[in-house]
């Protein structure tokens, strides 16, 4: 069974709870509001594809368990205004509290020694938030991502991110129809979008960027909007639930 759910439904009850206790974390912190409630979601949502702002989102981590002790040891964040990145970015190596297991190094090559002088996601977070503000967050399994991420801001600041989320995955599944569970490569090679750095965190952003940009490039000729977008994926993301019992 898998036990991650259900850590992450506890953390966020506690979360909760100490929320409505006003108890301050541990090191008496409070994330400023707007990085928890966008000021104007909806107009974020009513903007054209090819106008809004947008983060792509990629981490590599100790492990697949955010609410079982595994940590973010890089993250990468890209930005894109449209269709079309900015330049505008944040990478880094970030120190975990954990040793770094072998089976996790074999993946991206990321090791104690790397990170020893890294900072680590406490001293980062704010930096991470900051860059994100009110965009809507693109990534490759994003669920993932956020998982860790939400873990984090659980753990230091009683909240999560609220911002839309787009899914490359799901959105692939809406413009294909083809159902499944793709890994990046297999995604890249159906949308002709190269291959480089891969199991690197900015190296994957790049190219989850890419793929998102390919797939959104018709509802963006169409006129559609982030919320088209956001629809978009929840069709795919619904065409994987199993059908109802006749």
């Known amino acids: 069974m898998d036990r991650e759910p259900l850590l992450e439904l506890a953390d966020r009850a506690l979360a ?3 929320r409505l206790l006003g108890r301050q974390p541990p090191d008496g912190r ?6 928890c409630t966008p000021t104007d979601t909806a107009a974020l949502l009513a903007t054209p594809v090819d106008a809004a702002r947008y983060v792509v ?3 590599e981590t100790t492990g697949f368990g955010a609410y079982a002790g595994d940590e973010i040891v890089q993250i990468a964040l890209l930005e894109y205004r449209g269709l079309e990145p900015t330049g505008q ?3 880094t190596l970030v120190r975990p509290a954990r040793p770094i297991p072998a089976t996790a190094t074999e993946i991206h ?5 790397m990170v020893k002088d890294a900072p680590t996601i406490g001293d980062v977070i704010d930096d991470v938030l900051e860059f994100l503000g009110a965009a809507a967050l ?5 669920a993932f991502d956020l998982r860790f991420l939400n873990r984090v801001l659980q753990r230091e600041f009683y909240c999560r991110l609220p911002q839309p989320t787009i899914d490359t995955m799901l959105l692939y599944f809406a413009r294909s129809g083809r159902l499944g569970h793709y890994e990046l490569d297999e995604i890249a090679a159906a949308c002709r979008v190269p291959l480089a750095g891969r199991h690197d965190a900015r190296g994957d952003a790049v190219i989850a960027g ?3 940009a390919h797939l959104a490039a018709p509802l963006a000729a169409a006129d559609g909007t982030v919320g088209d977008l956001i629809a978009a994926t929840r069709d795919g993301a619904a065409r ?3 059908p109802p019992p006749a």
């Open 89 to 91: 970015e944040y990478c």
């Open 240 to 242: 994987t639930e199993p």
């Open 30 to 35: 409070r994330t400023p509001p707007e990085y």
């Open 138 to 142: 693109v990534g490759h399994h994003l």
């Open 16 to 18: 909760a709870c100490n």
């Open 57 to 59: 989102i990629d981490t």
């Open 109 to 113: 090559g990321i090791d104690d020694n």
């Open 210 to 212: 890419r793929i998102f």
